[in-house]
């Protein structure tokens, strides 16, 4: 903790260890990996490690990035198989203290939710959400709501998620999250998060670990996850 403490201050990239976002995109050919590179899920005496669960965001124009997302969950007892793949577009429609402008960022993000490889859920989805996100003095924070249709049999659902972050020390920020998801017939899965975003003295990578808690009874017991997330310029690469 204390190495953590004594490197000076720098702007932390991404938006690890969410399950909501921010209204910001990739700048205008840019990639933005977020690599969950530790994720371990206790849910009734079982056992789920998540490695990887992955974002990668690529600035298409200014205020507008594609965004793909996957990861692999291998039970105790079972094989590995592909979970949670998407692909979206993000646009920031209104730009603000995320893009070093006053007054509130907004954003949407919408796109197709691709099938898993178990027997339940092996159709399309949809998802579209709207992001807010602003500060109140050291506190900023980034609201989400939004919805779609499932995997499994097309039902409609409901997503919202609150964001907190304050910053403790120089590149070192105490984050929060409680967000939750409500399908048609179900009953909602909701959890809340605490953690830590360090900015770390290589340039442009964050580290992040947070320890997620299920506050309803579909939600899992326990989450606990670790990641990093970096950047570089593709326009830069291509010159090269």
Same mark, same amino acid.
Request: aromatic residues 10%.
């Given at each position: ?5 004594? *490197? ?7 938006? &690890?260890?969410?399950?909501? %976002? ?12 977020? $690599? ?10 079982? %056992?789920? +490690? ?30 590995? &198989?592909?979970? /949670? ?30 099938? *898993? %490889? ?5 159709? *399309? ?11 109140? &003095? ?11 249709? /499932?995997? &499994? ?40 998060? $605490?953690? +830590? ?10 580290? /992040? ?11 899992? /017991?326990?989450?606990? %996850?670790?990641?990093?997330? *970096?950047? +570089? ?8």
């Amino acid at each position: 903790m204390v190495l953590l403490l004594i *490197f000076s201050p720098a702007v932390a990239l991404g938006y &690890r260890p969410f399950v909501s %976002t921010d209204a910001a995109v990739a700048d205008f050919k840019e990639m933005e990996i977020e $690599l969950g590179y530790f994720n371990l899920e206790r849910e009734k005496g079982r %056992t789920t +490690f998540i490695v990887p669960k992955a974002v990668l965001n690529y600035g298409l124009i200014q205020n507008l990035e594609l965004v793909g997302e996957f990861a692999v969950e291998e039970p105790t007892r079972g094989s590995a &198989r592909l979970a /949670d793949a998407a692909l979206s577009m993000k646009a920031v429609l209104k730009e603000g203290v995320l893009q070093e402008k006053s007054g509130i960022s907004f954003a949407v993000e919408a796109g197709p939710l691709l099938p *898993f %490889t178990n027997k339940e859920e092996k159709r *399309f989805g949809f998802e579209g959400i709207g992001i807010v996100s602003g500060k109140l &003095r050291a506190l900023t924070y980034h609201l989400n709501f939004g919805g779609g249709l /499932d995997r &499994r049999q097309s039902n409609p659902f409901v997503l919202w998620g609150v964001i907190a972050e304050l910053p403790l020390v120089e590149k070192l920020r105490l984050v929060g999250e409680i967000n939750g998801e409500s399908v048609r017939g179900k009953t909602p899965d909701n959890s809340a998060l $605490l953690g +830590f975003i360090w900015k770390s003295p290589w340039r442009n990578i964050s580290l /992040d670990a947070g320890l997620r808690r299920g506050i309803s009874r579909a939600a899992a /017991d326990w989450i606990f %996850t670790t990641g990093l997330t *970096f950047n +570089f310029s593709l326009a830069t690469i291509s010159r090269k």
